[in-house]
């Protein structure tokens, strides 16, 4: 059988499940996330044998430290998969909600619904633990899941989807629920992505290049999770106190995420009193300072120039851009033009200004008085996610088991016509 | 300026509009959708006089009966017109609409609030009417919208287009806001369809053919308004009564439209009770039944034989295809199967055979005892629509406001960080 034939049989495969998937029972689906877990505990030392061979090949490429730290595998991490698969199964079972119910004049009796969307793609890189959670939250909101991880993981992705797999068919469901794209070919995500007959829905998760690759390529439509160059604005009415210590934590904590801080605005008015203490404490925690000229002008030693390039770049390492800005407006304005649309905060008293600011700036995810690190599945109380979608149409911002939904209208009547 | 530079400057200049847009306050709104329907009737006389130009042509062309009547215009059009303008103006305001708010334990409170998707781009064909009412109802949700009609209608949409820009320029609203790609040469399509970063979504309206080849060409999401081939199953468990009444309204009220049954099934065990009188109330009113072995059984003369072809065919004619079935499983395969998961129905006192069709049938619109003519924006409350998405993505059935926006969290914190 040629790639194509192969990955087209999985697409159709992957399509007749889904309807079997739609209507399978809540205390079912959760029975079988369990286990899932289960198998991945018991199986634990298989799959780190497993993630050893990738390793190896790993090493041998000579990819970066950290690439081979994403792609490890060991107990704890296995665990934590474990774990998450359970989190899943306790959430709230999205398929068959009614959302929204009311009556017309005529009588009928119209109930949106929200039903599985059907087949979904998943094209992802190195980290192993995302074959788990994805497969995990597409079965849980009644979606079949094609995944299609990086082959420098195929040994631990594979070792991985056959717990899933041996747990699918114990309870005879379909083994369409779950598949994965077990190939180093390149050619197989071009492959997957002309198969709109078959595949709903494509989500990337990685690099910019491989989703912009993925959504010029698609002819399935793709919600895109791209990077997130969130901002700060440290506004005139803030509490200079609070600011500190949200701007330190949303840089500082986890720089290499996508809802850490890449840039801080400050207004002229508070600059002198907040800025010498901020980066003070930025630099004794080995941040780089890149400033624009009022900035080091306060500052006179160690702030590199910032440049405009440095704007719209995503560092996810310990390296900041600060601006004096003399308004809110412009600030918004900043985020909007080099921002990513991801996640953005204001540090404000003033009860207008943050109003203007949740306003106009034109992001996923808003805050006022909190770090930009908040934006997640997990601390939105979603439970999960399969990641945080960039894009405006059907999801936007931290997307789990409800964004992994359509919906249908059922509706109601007693033999009602149209005059 | 060539073609592609004057789109580009038209998305550009719509982009650009999106923002104040996004921000314009709802009485507003309201006061200039009612003036550009007061401008539609003061200027009734001129938009008629450019419509003759394009009858004219059109009769030149020898376009067809159907496509003439869909392009003409009259007063008692442009009187629903400005209507469809008031009523949207009557419309609740969905931006700025709080979805759904929570907290969560460490205090933050989360808002998920509605807001417009940005510019979007509508591709439609002969009736000039959709011009006024897309840009109402993009108005409306806060939208920048770009205009692109069928070229046989080009002086009929640049006549109700300057009344539109004429109350824009009175309430000095950018007229980016309202943009219409007024050329007969086919690729401004093309040119459209590739400007992703200033387009947020393609909304292609009217033939198969239009919306497979903008689908197919796009690099902005699109949302597909294919055909309705609906169906209505009458169970062995229907009141007859009501499922001739339903049967008969669904194929002979208004047979052209998307929303009309091209397909009839009946379970076997009331099919000899109730074909003969359906068939014949059909036959007098000029309905061409086409049926399978067992309804030609039935019914001797006068029932040619149904293809398979026929059961994939959306006939928007007097002419219906037939199928008797022998359980609801056998319905609802052939539903999914050939349908195009749009509007079907069941007619059923059996409540269980209700929920079943209601789960498995993949449709956007599922009905239990009435007519599928009741898809449709206006039937479902929601005031108006752009059409009915076939989609499962964003938007599913009738698209009207809610459906043309997208949302954003805000989130209010006192200083909370990520630990």
Chains 1, 2 share one sequence.
Not at 316 to 326: A, N, P, R
Request: charge should be positive.
């Amino acid at each position: 059988m040629s790639l194509k034939e192969e990955i087209l049989k999985i697409a159709k495969h992957a399509k007749c499940a889904s309807s079997e998937l739609a209507l399978l029972d809540t205390t079912i689906k959760n029975q079988i996330l369990k286990e899932m877990a289960d198998c991945l505990e018991a199986k634990s030392d298989f799959i780190i044998k497993e993630n050893r061979k990738d390793l190896e090949k790993a090493n041998l490429k000579k990819l970066s430290k950290v690439l081979i730290d994403r792609l490890t595998l060991n107990q704890k991490r296995i665990l934590q998969m474990a774990k998450s698969l359970r989190t899943v199964a306790d959430l709230k079972d999205p398929v068959g909600e009614v959302m929204r119910s009311w009556g017309r004049p005529n009588g009928l009796l119209i109930k949106k619904v929200r039903v599985p969307i059907g087949v979904i793609g998943i094209i992802y890189e190195s980290r192993p633990d995302v074959t788990a959670e994805c497969a995990a939250l597409c079965f849980k909101s009644g979606n079949s899941v094609i995944l299609k991880g990086g082959s420098e993981a195929i040994n631990s992705n594979l070792g991985i989807f056959n717990c899933l797999l041996d747990t699918l068919k114990k309870h005879k469901i379909s083994t369409g629920a779950i598949n994965l794209i077990a190939t180093t070919d390149r050619k197989a995500v071009d492959i997957l992505l002309g198969l709109d007959a078959f595949v709903d829905l494509i989500i990337p998760r990685g690099g910019e290049g491989l989703i912009r690759e993925v959504a010029k390529k698609s002819r399935i439509p793709v919600i895109k999770h791209y990077k997130g160059i969130c901002h700060i604005y440290v506004d005139s009415g803030a509490d200079l106190n609070m600011a500190e210590k949200v701007c330190f934590n949303a840089k500082v904590e986890r720089p290499g995420v996508c809802n850490a801080m890449e840039s801080m605005l400050v207004h002229s008015e508070v600059a002198i009193r907040f800025l010498p203490g901020m980066i003070k404490k930025f630099k004794d925690s080995n941040v780089q300072i890149r400033g624009c000229p009022t900035t080091r002008k306060i500052i006179k030693t160690g702030v590199k120039a910032v440049t405009v390039k440095d704007y719209a770049t995503e560092y996810l390492d310990l390296i900041l851009s600060v601006k004096v800005v003399d308004s809110l407006s412009e600030a918004i304005e900043h985020i909007n033009k080099f921002g990513t649309h991801h996640s953005d905060a204001i540090i404000t008293d003033d009860e207008k200004a943050a109003v203007e600011f949740l306003r106009r700036v034109d992001s996923a995810c808003v805050y006022v008085n909190a770090s930009t690190r908040f934006t997640d599945g997990g601390q939105f109380g979603m439970g999960a996610e399969v990641g945080i979608s960039t894009d405006k149409l059907h999801a936007r911002g931290p997307m789990a088991l409800e964004e992994l939904c359509s919906y249908k209208y059922t509706i109601f009547g007693q033999g009602q016509i149209r005059e």
